[in-house]
């Protein structure tokens, strides 16, 4: 099992995530990621695009890992990486489907997802974690090694592997169609 | 004429794009303390409570708040009796720009095109706009805006007959759909009335107040208080987590407007509310 809960109560994520892990995760559940993460925003997920509907291999295996929304800031000298925050997760809807059916397993953003995208977390067993946006400082201080393995030319927005320890998130929509935004919304509307 | 050389102008945004990005305003600091001590939501205070952290931390080891270190939108107040000297306001400002987000590790967001989309590498230009004003100082006041929260920002042209009532829903219609994607608790900046342009215009503008303090105008002011308090009766909450703290501030600045119009123009801002000013 990747998904396992620590005395604290939080659940403990390590990718390459199975089908039983993402059943295990629940719509508001905090979670630390640890392992890998991959990073991918607008430019990356338009490039994929071709190569998903022409069968072509994407720059890594998507089976089973986690796609973080984020283009960090530069890292200053004797820095890992600057800050490292997520942006927002609407945007790669069009791309997201896709690639969950290719067996990615999780995705790390912020912001409502589209219905497209929530059912076909049910379809294919996927998990959207929120991280909180807007703490890029704190958050990079779970990032211990970084590597650009593709697409270079898009600075920013370059596909990263990240190697994270602990890195805090939430789980938003999880695979059984639940919502921490809609839960939290009817929970705290008065 | 006092003269000013661009040089000097350069310099001051460098400044600014620099500390706007490391050091949030103590008016931000207290916002968070303030909402800390009504939130109910337990993942919405944990959420408010990383926020400090990350307050203190962009601080003292200078990592950016944010890692989107946004589009550079610079207000100047040039006085009359000011002459600038050495070259082009605009090119001094975007030079001060360039050589913040430069030597300052600051992410560049800008793309040249926006059919094209190719990096300007810099994160010029900026955004500029100029008042002349009476005197002889130049006041800057430059502000880093946030790529997610400005895709939630909106337009409406309402009818007279709509009213105050009308632009109070407006308000609220924004916040609700701006949700969790904007990274709430958000400051709203609400330009009522002008044109078409200077209704946003002023939606800018107004995200300049300090967060907390009571607008100029005893009726507008309690209009934006009334506003507020429905905003964060919406649920949304801290990240969109659940909570009661959806905004910190609806900033309202009116200006007159025609007898068939009631523009208004809402500008949505996240938590990582980063600006600052000077004056030379």
């Given at each position: 099992?990747?998904?396992?809960?620590?005395?604290?109560?939080?659940?403990?994520?390590?990718?390459?995530?199975?089908?039983?892990?993402?059943?295990?995760?629940?719509?508001?559940?905090?979670?630390r990621?640890?392992?890998?993460?991959?990073?991918?925003?607008?430019?990356?997920?338009?490039?994929?695009?071709?190569?998903?509907?022409?069968?072509?291999?994407?720059?890594?295996?998507?089976?089973?890992?986690?796609?973080?929304y984020?283009?960090?800031?530069?890292?200053?000298?004797?820095?890992?990486?600057?800050s490292?925050?997520?942006?927002?997760?609407?945007?790669?809807?069009?791309?997201?489907?896709?690639?969950?059916?290719?067996?990615?397993?999780?995705?790390?953003?912020?912001?409502?997802?589209?219905?497209?995208?929530?059912?076909?977390?049910?379809?294919?067993?996927?998990?959207?974690?929120?991280?909180?946006?807007?703490a890029?400082?704190?958050l990079?201080?779970?990032?211990?090694?970084?590597?650009?393995?593709?697409?270079?030319?898009?600075?920013?927005?370059?596909?990263?592997?990240?190697?994270?320890?602990?890195?805090?998130a939430?789980?938003?929509?999880?695979?059984?169609?639940?919502?921490l935004?809609?839960?939290?919304?009817k929970?705290?509307?008065? | 004429?006092?003269?000013?050389?661009?040089?000097?102008?350069?310099?001051?945004?460098?400044?600014?794009?620099?500390?706007?990005?490391?050091?949030?305003?103590?008016?931000m600091?207290?916002?968070?303390?303030?909402a800390?001590?009504?939130?109910r939501?337990?993942a919405?205070?944990?959420?408010?409570?990383?926020?400090?952290?990350?307050?203190?931390?962009?601080?003292?080891?200078?990592?950016?708040?944010?890692?989107?270190?946004?589009?550079?939108?610079?207000?100047?107040?040039?006085?009359?009796?000011?002459?600038?000297?050495?070259g082009?306001?605009?090119?001094?400002?975007?030079?001060?720009?360039r050589?913040?987000?430069?030597?300052?590790?600051?992410?560049?967001?800008?793309?040249?095109?926006?059919?094209?989309?190719?990096n300007?590498?810099?994160?010029?230009?900026?955004?500029?706009?100029?008042?002349?004003?009476?005197?002889?100082?130049?006041k800057?006041?430059?502000?880093?805006?946030g790529?997610?929260?400005?895709?939630?920002s909106?337009?409406?042209?309402?009818?007279?007959?709509d009213?105050?009532?009308?632009?109070?829903d407006?308000?609220?219609?924004?916040?609700?759909?701006a949700?969790?994607?904007?990274?709430?608790?958000?400051?709203?900046g609400?330009?009522?009335?002008?044109?078409?342009?200077?209704?946003?215009?002023?939606?800018?503008?107004?995200?300049?107040?300090?967060?907390?303090?009571?607008n100029?105008?005893?009726?507008?002011?309690a209009?934006?208080?009334?506003?507020l308090?429905?905003?964060?009766?919406?649920?949304?909450?801290?990240?969109?987590?659940?909570?009661?703290?959806?905004?910190?501030?609806?900033?309202i600045?009116?200006?007159?407007?025609?007898?068939?119009?009631?523009?208004?123009?809402?500008?949505?801002?996240?938590?990582?509310h980063?600006?600052?000013?000077?004056?030379?």
């Amino acid at each position: 099992m990747s998904v396992t809960t620590a005395a604290d109560g939080i659940k403990e994520v390590v990718p390459p995530l199975s089908d039983a892990d993402v059943e295990a995760l629940k719509a508001g559940d905090r979670v630390r990621i640890s392992g890998v993460l991959y990073t991918g925003r607008d430019a990356a997920h338009a490039r994929f695009l071709p190569l998903i509907e022409n069968d072509k291999p994407l720059p890594f295996d998507v089976k089973g890992q986690i796609i973080y929304y984020t283009g960090p800031s530069p890292a200053r000298p004797g820095m890992v990486i600057g800050s490292v925050g997520p942006t927002t997760g609407s945007r790669m809807d069009k791309y997201a489907p896709g690639l969950l059916a290719l067996g990615l397993k999780g995705m790390m953003g912020k912001g409502s997802r589209s219905r497209e995208v929530r059912e076909a977390l049910q379809k294919y067993k996927g998990i959207y974690f929120g991280a909180v946006g807007g703490a890029g400082a704190v958050l990079s201080q779970f990032v211990k090694k970084v590597e650009i393995i593709a697409y270079e030319d898009l600075g920013t927005e370059a596909i990263r592997r990240l190697e994270v320890e602990g890195f805090p998130a939430i789980v938003v929509n999880d695979c059984h169609g639940g919502d921490l935004y809609e839960d939290g919304m009817k929970q705290y509307a008065r | 004429m006092r003269e000013i050389h661009v040089s000097a102008i350069s310099d001051a945004v460098k400044k600014l794009c620099m500390e706007a990005n490391y050091d949030l305003e103590p008016d931000m600091l207290r916002a968070f303390d303030r909402a800390l001590t009504s939130e109910r939501s337990p993942a919405g205070r944990q959420v408010l409570e990383m926020l400090k952290d990350n307050a203190q931390l962009a601080r003292t080891r200078l990592i950016p708040y944010c890692q989107d270190t946004g589009f550079v939108v610079c207000f100047v107040e040039l006085g009359q009796d000011a002459h600038i000297t050495g070259g082009l306001l605009d090119d001094a400002i975007n030079e001060g720009v360039r050589q913040g987000y430069t030597e300052g590790y600051l992410r560049a967001s800008i793309v040249k095109s926006p059919f094209d989309r190719k990096n300007t590498g810099d994160n010029t230009p900026a955004v500029i706009h100029v008042d002349v004003v009476p005197g002889p100082q130049v006041k800057i006041m430059v502000m880093a805006k946030g790529g997610g929260c400005e895709n939630r920002s909106k337009y409406k042209m309402l009818t007279p007959a709509d009213g105050l009532e009308g632009v109070k829903d407006w308000i609220i219609e924004c916040v609700k759909t701006a949700g969790p994607d904007a990274c709430p608790p958000l400051i709203v900046g609400a330009g009522v009335g002008g044109t078409f342009e200077k209704a946003a215009i002023l939606s800018k503008k107004a995200l300049f107040r300090e967060i907390g303090s009571p607008n100029p105008d005893p009726a507008i002011d309690a209009i934006e208080k009334e506003v507020l308090e429905r905003a964060n009766r919406l649920g949304i909450g801290p990240q969109g987590y659940g909570g009661d703290t959806t905004a910190f501030a609806i900033h309202i600045v009116t200006y007159p407007c025609h007898i068939t119009s009631l523009p208004v123009a809402v500008t949505i801002e996240c938590h990582a509310h980063r600006h600052k000013e000077v004056t030379l």
